[in-house]
């Protein structure tokens, strides 16, 4: 549940709107006996297990149980430690060879699944499977480079799952990895490796296991720097690392800025200083292209007929449709690396998007229109996209709303509102997880006269609370239950901030006046 109120229309009914586009994609479908619940995306009916994680970024605030989908595919975990991409709608199976992020999204499942329901014997008990799985990636020769040690997959478009193979007549789906693949190493799945990686960390450190988290972290070190130093061109992540000689004539993939860039900032795999030079490249090419918004699913796209489906011309579906997924991740990572304006105008956009029309798509063309089954390789295109809406709803929440929970429940949380950036004066938040009933409260008032802001958390409690401020911040006080707290302002990785350690139970207003 999350209740919202600032007097703006648009910002106390982005998540209601959201709300609504998701739910119309509810499914169940009944596998042996087992009801799997979940969401289906507005390309395909089925339940698949990369579409619902990314999902949970929203569906955690609406759901009663979320563990069931992600319980369902890691129970049926293949012997290898791989897992199934989809459940179709009768009750079938299937991993799609070329694809290679199953297993680090699994981790990301659970992980999303824990801080909701807060369940750290559910949780502990799927580290066996999900340690298993990041074996199998780190590995198995479709999924592992020996000689980089970093992960592969198949050429495809970044994270998508058909592939360019020689001659193609026709659309490779759903494929077979042999002779023909050729590999090569993609951006976005080394950044969900290692961000799989800090999660696993942070999962055993709660269960004060931290030697074991220790060396999750040093893994994903070692792996960030290695990435950093192969796949970096100075401004972006070029699109992949080609691992044999074959190249799509008239693509120069050094300059494809492909949807991954956006999920890699999210993931921490950059620097600080990296990440805002991705920013720049979309807001640059937002003002470059002819197209109504810089979503792009690559830049530039292949040419037609690579792929063997005339259909995947440019400017089609994931060879350069505008993906709303692509601008909610994008989105969040503007408010988190200095570019809150952006991020805002990002935001609006959307939303006057899903407001005029009450539809919400995939993916859009160039020019605007929404997508169509007949112009897709997908079998449908339902205007109830939940992939897209959800990465906009995260933006809005931990962006602009500006709450990021590190702990079950919230007992662990960073607090950044951005409603100045958004021109709004006043806010009252409620952010629930339905799943444990934990909630996360705030008020927030801006004074533009006297440059004070004053917030006021009500703890339930919380364990360890961030709060960051503006780069101008003059002074700060904070009071717990009335009584007077020391404050420390400090230079965080990302701006000034303070912690507050100690456990907070009740009202704590902080009040901060800029220069």
Request: net charge negative.
């Given at each position: 549940?999350?209740?919202?109120?600032?007097?703006?229309?648009?910002?106390?009914?982005?998540?209601?709107?959201?709300?609504?586009?998701?739910?119309?994609?509810?499914?169940?479908?009944?596998?042996?006996?087992?009801?799997?619940?979940?969401?289906?995306?507005?390309?395909?009916?089925?339940?698949?297990?990369?579409?619902?994680?990314?999902?949970?970024l929203?569906?955690?605030?609406?759901?009663?149980?979320?563990?069931?989908?992600?319980?369902?595919?890691?129970?049926?975990?293949?012997?290898?430690?791989?897992?199934?991409?989809?459940?179709?709608n009768?009750?079938?199976?299937?991993?799609?060879p070329?694809?290679?992020?199953?297993?680090?999204?699994?981790?990301?499942?659970?992980?999303?699944?824990w801080?909701?329901?807060?369940?750290?014997?559910?949780?502990?008990?799927?580290?066996?499977?999900?340690?298993?799985?990041?074996?199998?990636?780190?590995?198995?020769?479709?999924?592992?480079?020996?000689?980089h040690?970093?992960?592969?997959?198949?050429?495809?478009?970044?994270?998508?799952?058909?592939?360019?193979?020689?001659?193609?007549?026709?659309?490779?789906?759903?494929?077979?990895?042999?002779?023909?693949?050729?590999f090569?190493?993609?951006?976005?799945?080394v950044?969900?490796?290692?961000?799989?990686?800090?999660?696993?960390?942070?999962?055993?450190?709660s269960?004060?296991?931290?030697?074991?988290?220790?060396?999750?972290?040093?893994?994903?070190?070692?792996?960030?720097?290695?990435?950093?130093?192969?796949?970096?061109?100075?401004?972006?992540?070029?699109?992949?690392?080609?691992?044999?000689?074959?190249?799509?004539?008239?693509?120069?993939?050094?300059?494809?800025?492909?949807?991954?860039?956006?999920?890699?900032?999210?993931?921490?795999?950059?620097?600080?200083?990296?990440?805002?030079?991705?920013?720049?490249?979309?807001?640059?090419?937002?003002?470059?292209?002819?197209?109504?918004?810089?979503?792009?699913?690559?830049?530039?796209?292949?040419?037609?007929?690579?792929?063997?489906?005339?259909?995947?011309?440019?400017?089609?579906?994931?060879?350069?449709?505008?993906?709303?997924?692509?601008?909610?991740?994008?989105?969040?990572?503007?408010?988190?690396?200095?570019?809150?304006?952006?991020?805002?105008?990002?935001?609006?956009?959307?939303?006057?998007?899903?407001?005029?029309?009450?539809?919400?798509?995939?993916?859009?063309?160039?020019?605007?229109?929404?997508?169509?089954?007949?112009?897709?390789?997908?079998?449908?295109?339902?205007?109830?996209?939940?992939?897209?809406?959800?990465?906009?709803?995260?933006?809005?929440?931990?962006g602009?709303?500006?709450?990021?929970?590190?702990?079950?429940?919230?007992?662990?949380?960073?607090?950044?509102?951005?409603?100045?950036?958004?021109?709004?004066?006043?806010?009252?938040?409620?952010?629930?997880?339905?799943?444990?009933?934990?909630?996360?409260?705030?008020?927030?008032?801006?004074?533009?006269?006297?440059?004070?802001?004053?917030?006021?958390?009500?703890?339930?409690?919380?364990?360890?609370?961030?709060?960051?401020?503006p780069?101008?911040?003059?002074?700060?006080?904070?009071?717990?239950?009335?009584?007077?707290?020391?404050?420390?302002?400090?230079?965080?990785?990302?701006?000034?901030?303070?912690?507050?350690?100690?456990?907070?139970?009740?009202?704590l207003?902080?009040?901060?006046?800029?220069?």
């Amino acid at each position: 549940m999350i209740k919202v109120e600032t007097g703006y229309r648009e910002w106390d009914g982005f998540w209601p709107m959201i709300e609504g586009i998701i739910g119309k994609n509810a499914t169940v479908i009944e596998k042996d006996g087992t009801a799997v619940s979940g969401f289906r995306t507005p390309d395909c009916p089925w339940l698949w297990l990369r579409d619902n994680v990314h999902m949970m970024l929203a569906t955690v605030y609406m759901l009663d149980e979320t563990r069931n989908l992600v319980d369902f595919f890691i129970a049926n975990q293949n012997d290898d430690g791989s897992y199934f991409d989809f459940l179709d709608n009768d009750g079938r199976l299937l991993r799609v060879p070329t694809e290679a992020d199953l297993e680090y999204l699994a981790v990301v499942g659970v992980y999303r699944a824990w801080l909701a329901n807060g369940d750290s014997e559910w949780m502990r008990d799927h580290l066996p499977a999900l340690e298993k799985g990041l074996q199998y990636m780190t590995s198995h020769p479709w999924r592992w480079d020996e000689e980089h040690s970093l992960p592969k997959r198949a050429y495809t478009i970044d994270t998508w799952d058909f592939d360019i193979r020689d001659d193609l007549t026709e659309l490779h789906w759903p494929g077979k990895v042999d002779e023909k693949t050729h590999f090569g190493i993609m951006h976005g799945d080394v950044s969900g490796l290692y961000y799989a990686w800090r999660l696993m960390g942070e999962m055993l450190d709660s269960l004060d296991r931290r030697d074991e988290g220790k060396e999750y972290r040093s893994r994903a070190n070692d792996l960030r720097d290695r990435a950093n130093d192969l796949l970096w061109n100075g401004n972006f992540y070029r699109h992949r690392f080609p691992l044999d000689d074959f190249r799509v004539e008239g693509v120069d993939e050094e300059t494809q800025l492909s949807l991954s860039n956006t999920y890699d900032m999210n993931r921490g795999l950059p620097t600080p200083e990296m990440s805002r030079s991705i920013i720049r490249q979309y807001y640059n090419r937002m003002n470059d292209r002819k197209a109504f918004a810089e979503w792009f699913s690559i830049d530039p796209p292949f040419p037609e007929g690579v792929f063997g489906d005339k259909r995947l011309k440019p400017g089609v579906y994931v060879n350069g449709g505008i993906m709303p997924l692509v601008g909610g991740e994008l989105a969040r990572a503007a408010f988190r690396y200095g570019y809150p304006h952006y991020g805002v105008n990002i935001l609006q956009r959307y939303f006057t998007m899903l407001d005029s029309t009450g539809e919400a798509y995939l993916w859009y063309f160039p020019d605007g229109r929404p997508a169509t089954k007949e112009e897709s390789t997908s079998p449908e295109a339902y205007p109830t996209d939940a992939w897209g809406s959800s990465a906009m709803a995260a933006a809005f929440i931990q962006g602009l709303v500006g709450v990021r929970s590190g702990l079950p429940g919230f007992k662990a949380a960073w607090l950044e509102p951005h409603w100045r950036d958004a021109g709004v004066e006043s806010a009252e938040v409620t952010l629930e997880y339905p799943s444990s009933g934990k909630k996360f409260q705030y008020t927030y008032k801006w004074d533009p006269e006297s440059c004070v802001t004053e917030l006021v958390i009500y703890g339930k409690p919380i364990e360890w609370l961030h709060v960051g401020f503006p780069g101008n911040v003059d002074t700060v006080e904070a009071e717990l239950n009335g009584k007077s707290v020391d404050v420390k302002v400090e230079d965080w990785e990302l701006g000034l901030g303070t912690a507050f350690c100690d456990e907070i139970d009740g009202e704590l207003r902080i009040r901060y006046t800029e220069k």
